[in-house]
């Protein structure tokens, strides 16, 4: 490692780098350059410290000198006198220490001090219905520079540079997907924005399309400058209709502004954009069907070749690019390639946007460099299970094309590479954290539901295979399994994966075969004992009260809708299995964990029961 | 209106800088209402009328308020960012009609942050 004399942190907050940070970064790296110091004294990006206000900030060590209120024009009086005199710059010190504030400040708290925000840069920050205020912080800069001072060559050049890989799931890298519809000599081309985010737990582009709609389209001017498109469409779905409405509100503005519609920002491009709104099926999330969607027919995919930068939406060449992806166009057309590259691994460069939810704690959008490791995700930035006193068990990646991560995967670094080896897939990036209380049967079971129900029927392999693996998955969870159904789902699943014509049924099965492949167990007890550990599935569990820590509170003997449990105050209680129909409530209830969760029992069904409950949940 | 060139973009950005940094135009707050999907369904709708009907009481005309997407705690919506001229900026979640006007009072028109509806203090880190 290298040593350096002294280590400058520079705040780079957004109060900060308003105010000007990364101008004085560049004045101080050239000023010390100059000196012959840039090889003892280091420059050091930081979060926020709180001292927005008095920005630009810096804090010099060894000496732990702060400066506040830091100006290109100071630098050169700065260097000399710190670093060659040696001697504090009084009129930048910051004059008297700050009163310690209670209140933590964001690189106290770990959800925001381990986040990156690129794509987010404008999360919270700006008024999403105001052109003016995405101007302000340095929207449509980059459009101007790619229009007016970039070939669409150079263009394409940056962004396969940056290492950019679509942000949708299957992580294809960007520039490359424009250069091959660049290349194309037709009269019409498209660009076309993916925003049709169905994912369960998925809010990613949601919250985007929200709060910054203005970077979606001006990713998609460069693009379409890029590859010589001059007509575009945002394809998004109906069912997020403020995304729907801030993004109309947006493309209005840009055409009274100019920056949509002929000879943008004083260029000889010309780019007209509209939205089309999609009913919600899950498989036009997926790149032909939904360019057959856009062209008013059923939302179907078709096989590829040809891929759509030959022929896509109308026969013409077209480049579709999630979301997210578009949104990080923009700052790397202006802050270059090898910026983008500074975060994150060297095949998987940049950040990437995450949707936590389930039970974690801070269910949030959070934005993170690649390579960061799951468990920095979950632990620090998620603040762990929201149940303290339930373990961690899986987290959901990629949502129904995804797969489950295990505990014991959870210091995986998570990028595109290492994600698909335990399994699962980046996917657009829904993370659904689950802790001990969850039945992986059944939640294999729910995903599939998904993709059994959204599948679109053309392809056999996807139509039948979908829905014969659901059955089975319900013969598991209901007390019907029997021994080799495992071998048969993971048989199924192959032949799926390998025959499917689309993404949907290629990656349909994944949540069936991580479950199998890391809670084996889960499925064998299921099926041989008749037992769901977790006390889930309904048919294959019983409940037994420990008598040792039960207090007799009569917290569970209340909440049974069944009034199956009996017992005295401050006594151990007892649950009557003839009465008990599994619901659970009292598992739940039971501060001292005094329930257990036991396998299925025979018992005589009372005649009433069954007549008049049918078959139960 | 006319095309935008590029000289018009950096006049743009210049004029609405001042209201990021309030340093100059007349202002002394800035109350932003977090108001994406997630905060909307948490109730933040009703905490800025709560928030208009307190600056109008006030008859304050040194306040800005506005509107901004989700600002990623979904978990705390709905949330605000509360910034007076020469202070950093903080952020409040898990608010209700009583905290908002407690704020507005406190923190807004007093000058001091209410630490116990605090989340967190300062900007975030966009580089």
């Known amino acids: 490692m290298e040593k350096y004399r002294a280590n400058v942190l520079m705040c780079a907050g957004t109060g900060c780098v308003a105010s000007g940070t990364l101008k004085v970064k560049d004045a101080l790296q050239a000023e010390l350059e100059k000196q012959g110091l840039a090889d003892e004294i280091k420059i050091v990006l930081t979060g926020c410290n709180g001292f927005c206000a008095e920005g630009p900030v810096m804090l010099v060590y060894p000496e732990g000198i702060f400066y506040q209120r830091l100006t290109v024009e100071e630098v050169p009086k700065l260097v000399e006198e710190h670093f060659l005199k040696g001697r504090p710059y009084e009129k930048l010190m910051f004059k008297e220490p700050e009163k310690k504030h209670p209140i933590p400040t964001m690189s106290e708290i770990p959800f925001f001090k381990h986040q990156v925000l690129r794509v987010l840069r404008n999360k919270g920050l700006i008024d999403p219905e105001s052109i003016e205020e995405y101007i302000a912080r340095d929207g449509y800069l980059a459009a101007a520079k790619a229009l007016n001072e970039m070939t669409p060559e150079e263009i394409i050049k940056v962004i396969k540079d940056s290492g950019l890989r679509g942000r949708g799931g299957a992580g294809f890298p960007t520039g490359l997907k424009w250069e091959f519809a660049a290349k194309q000599k037709s009269d019409v081309k498209y660009m076309l924005c993916n925003g049709d985010e169905g994912d369960p737990g998925a809010f990613m582009d949601r919250s985007v399309m929200e709060a910054d709609p203005h970077s979606v389209i001006e990713g998609m001017i460069i693009g379409a400058r890029a590859i010589g498109a001059n007509k575009g469409v945002i394809y998004v779905r109906a069912e997020y209709p403020l995304a729907v409405e801030r993004l109309r509100k947006a493309i209005d503005a840009c055409y009274e502004y100019g920056l949509l519609g002929e000879n943008i920002l004083g260029s000889d491009f010309s780019f007209d954009l509209e939205l ?150 980046m996917g657009s990036g829904g993370m659904v954290v689950m802790d001990e209380d969850t039945c992986m049967v059944s939640t294999a079971k729910f995903f599939l539901e998904f993709t059994a129900d959204e599948s679109c029927g053309k392809c056999t392999p996807c139509r039948v295979g979908t829905r014969v693996m659901l059955d089975i998955l319900t013969d598991i969870t209901e007390g019907r399994g029997k021994e080799g159904d495992i071998e048969t789902l993971e048989d199924l699943s192959k032949d799926i994966i390998a025959a499917s014509l689309c993404g949907l049924g290629q990656t349909a099965p994944n949540p069936v075969l991580t479950t199998i492949r890391y809670f084996r167990e889960e499925y064998e007890s299921h099926i041989r004992d008749h037992w769901c550990k977790t006390g889930i599935c309904s048919k294959l569990c019983s409940f037994h009260i420990t008598e040792d820590l039960c207090k007799g509170c009569q917290a569970c003997l209340r909440a049974c809708p069944q009034q199956a449990i009996v017992g005295e105050k401050k006594k151990p209680h007892r649950i009557i299995q003839e009465l008990c129909i599994q619901c659970r409530t009292c598992y739940t209830t039971c501060k001292f964990g005094a329930i257990k969760v036991g396998p299925a029992i025979k018992k005589e069904e009372p005649e009433l029961a069954t007549s008049e409950k049918g078959d139960g949940q | 209106m006319p095309k935008l060139t590029i000289e018009d973009l950096k006049k743009i950005k210049e004029k609405h800088q001042a209201t990021f940094k309030l340093r100059e135009g007349g202002y002394r707050a800035k109350v932003t209402v977090h108001m994406g999907t997630c905060g909307i369904a948490a109730g933040a709708r009703e905490i800025m009328n709560v928030l208009l009907d307190e600056i109008a009481k006030a008859n304050a005309t040194d306040i800005i308020a506005t509107t901004s997407g989700c600002a990623g705690l979904c978990a705390r919506e709905p949330m605000i960012t509360v910034e007076l001229i020469g202070n950093p900026p903080i952020k409040y979640g898990d608010l209700n009609e009583e905290k908002m006007r407690e704020i507005f009072k406190e923190h807004i028109m007093g000058g001091k942050p209410i630490e116990k509806y605090a989340i967190v203090m300062g900007s975030e880190t966009t580089y």
Request: net charge positive; with cysteine; aromatic share 6%.
């Open chain 1, 276 to 425: 089309y709104l999609g009913a919600g099926a899950f498989v036009c999330g997926e790149e032909t069907a939904l360019m057959r969607s856009i062209e008013g027919q059923r939302g179907m995919p078709r096989p590829r070749p040809p891929f759509p930068a030959h022929k896509g939406l109308w026969d013409k060449p077209s480049v579709l690019n999630n979301v997210e992806t578009l949104a990080q166009v923009a700052p790397i057309i202006l802050h270059g390639a090898e910026w983008y590259r500074s975060v994150g691994t060297e095949k998987s460069p940049g950040t990437k946007v995450f949707a936590l939810t389930g039970d974690i704690k801070n269910v949030g959008l959070v934005e993170v460099p690649m390579g960061i490791p799951l468990r920095t995700i979950i632990y620090e930035i998620g603040g762990g299970m929201k149940n303290k006193k339930k373990k961690f068990k899986a987290v959901q990646i990629g949502g129904p094309s995804g797969g489950c991560i295990p505990e014991s995967l959870i210091d995986i670094p998570v990028t595109y590479e290492d994600v698909v080896k335990t399994g699962a897939i």
